[in-house]
């Protein structure tokens, strides 16, 4: 029975879905106005994680992640402040492009960037900005049910009147009173409100008829009617990363429940956020990555997938080059494991029956740990010690056909939950010189270029020759 920690309840508890053997799964996923960075990453990961060991404990699961490309203010996170720009049209502007073009050209990159990780895809993708009757249906059953008022064309959700509001977050309202910022909307009957439909203004460029004005949707409401659309009422797990909990996911649950009188979903699981070097990621500090600065300085992205299965997901990841440089070691001592498995294949059989009990322990230790609220840094320890007695086997000489068939198929068990794609061959470039090609490389980023050009020296000494592309890139090669 695999435990799962809620966030509605505060513990981590046996997870059952509504209906057997079936899981409706929804996940937040990204406002496409920009490149996704890495903690955006690490979020659409750990989904990825647990849908594939959802899968491999016999589910079927039913997965859809939103688009969005309306309504998300840039000061929507920041209590229930329902002012501030749109950040696709903010980004239009940026760009100079349409919010359409926009949409479709981070969206495509994102896809793009979720297929290099080798996140597998949901079965359906829906964009906010197709599913605004639905929005609209809903905001007028809340009218409906005494839930939410309309002022001045503008759609607000009376915060006061659901019971249970701040149930997920454990935020109460007087907590909200204190957080409220001066420069509220002027609307509102009550600051803690929040907006379901907001009248645009003259120029706007996202805009809709409905019954209060011609105007747009306020961020929360895309995702209560497409994951009713979808996936129905009750869903069996909603996931997102801990910043949404409040205010994303706390009116979500309020819009939805407030609508249907049915609980919106079962279990709510939310990762911890992804640091930099122990901070929050910021574009003002330098320190916020997207997947193709990883990709530029010579790493393989299958090392960013082991490095986000290394840290458990309700701990926050602290990414560092250093770490980087650590998964993607561990990665090559995998991919060198999966190698040898596939040699010793072709060796002549033995009997193993003596050893099939040990293999076997592996993967019950391995489904153990990861019934145990998808514990994946154990999980991968325990496939760690699976290739230190491998290898132990292998320099005995003890290694034959039979074993490296039962490791394997024990291995390739456990991968299709870490979906680690496993490169049969490396480029040949020892590790410690991949790591002085980034070094150089953060150095000439820097225009250090005199220090720079002290480690090509160190790198022509070893027997290899750099050389530098565009955008960044550079290779590695040997003499
Ligand atoms: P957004 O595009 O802002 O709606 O975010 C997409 C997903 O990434 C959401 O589930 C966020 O909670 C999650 N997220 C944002 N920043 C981080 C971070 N630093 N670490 C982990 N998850 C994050
Ligand atoms: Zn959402």
Known sequence: MIKLYNTLTNQKEEFHSQEKGKIKMYNCGPTVYDYAHIGNMNAFLVADILRRYL?????????????????HLTADDIN??????????????????????????????????????????????????????????????????????EANGNVFFDVEKFEGYGKLSKKKIDELKVGARLEEHPDKKNQWDFALWLRAPQKHL???????SV?????????????????????????GGEDHIFPHHENELAQSEGATGKPLAV???????????????????????????????GYDLMAFRLLVLSSHYRSNLNFTWRAMSQAESNLEKIENFAENLKRFQAEPFKDIDDRCADINSY????????????????????????????????????MDSAEAKKISQAWEKMNKVFGLKIKSKRDGIPLDIKELGRKRLAERIKQNFKEADLIREEIEKAGYLVEDLKDNNYSIKKK
Not at 206 to 212: G, Q, R
Not at 216 to 231: D, F
């Open 55 to 71: 899968e491999y404990k016999g589910y079927e699961v039913r997965q859809i992640m939103n688009i969005t490309d309306v309504g």
């Open 80 to 149: 229930q402040a329902d002012t501030g720009e749109d950040k696709m049209l903010k980004a239009a502007l940026r760009e100079k492009k349409t919010p359409a073009e926009i949409a479709e050209y981070y969206t495509q990159v994102f896809f793009y960037d979720i297929d290099k990780l080798n996140i597998k895809r949901a079965a359906y993708y829906p964009r906010a900005t197709a599913h605004i009757g639905q929005m609209i249906k809903i905001i007028e059953k809340l009218i409906q049910n005494g839930l939410a008022y």
């Open 206 to 212: 996202l805009k809709w008829e409905s019954p209060w």
């Open 215 to 239: 105007g747009y949707p306020g961020w929360h409401i895309e995702c209560s009617a497409m994951s009713m659309e979808y996936l129905g009422e009750t869903l069996d797990i909603h996931t």
């Open 267 to 297: 279990c709510w699981l939310h990762n911890r956020f992804l640091l930099v070097d122990g901070q929050k990621m910021s574009k003002s500090k330098g320190n916020y990555y997207i997947l193709k600065d990883i990709a530029d300085r």
């Open 363 to 398: 993967i019950e230790r391995f489904e153990k740990t990861m019934d145990d609220d998808l514990n994946t840094p154990k999980a991968l320890s325990v496939l760690y010690e699976m290739i230190s007695k491998t290898n132990a086997t292998i320099a005995e000489g003890k």
